[in-house]
């Protein structure tokens, strides 16, 4: 059974750091998708960043590229995303997701199988 678990999250103000950790368990998959969504009150779902498991190729959206960061360390079987230069519009609720099918496409939603519960980033002015 694979269980998703984030931490990390919290308050932070305009312009600070943040890190989410995501620890997967019963998830032995290799060359997969592992990767963090988010969404906020009234929005879609959005690909925030993705990595592909075993080859280590990373893929981030426009909208957080060159702030956040995306990095597994396969010894923890764990997930981070590094969060800089953080704003008001990156608060929602973000999300861990891991794949079971062997697809590149790391941001879309339609790729992952398993989800973790959130956890909230709210980022104040």
């Known amino acids: 059974q694979v269980q998703l678990v984030e931490s990390g999250g919290g308050s932070v103000q305009a312009g600070g750091s943040l890190r989410l950790a995501c620890a997967a368990s019963?998830?032995?998959?290799?060359?997969?998708?592992m990767g963090w969504f988010r969404q906020a009150p009234g929005k879609e779902r959005e690909g925030v960043a993705g990595i592909y498991i075993g080859y280590g190729r990373t893929y981030t959206a426009d909208s957080v590229k060159g702030r956040f960061s995306i990095s597994h360390d396969n010894v923890k079987n764990t997930v981070y995303l590094q969060m800089h230069s953080l704003r008001p519009e990156d608060t929602a609720m973000y999300y861990c997701?891991?794949?079971?099918?062997?697809?590149?496409?790391?941001?879309?939603?339609?790729?992952?199988?398993?989800w973790g519960q959130g956890t909230q980033v709210t980022v104040s002015s």
């Open positions: 019963g998830y032995s998959y290799s060359n997969r998708c």
């Open positions: 997701a891991a794949a079971s099918s062997s697809s590149f496409h790391c941001l879309r939603g339609n790729v992952y199988t398993y």
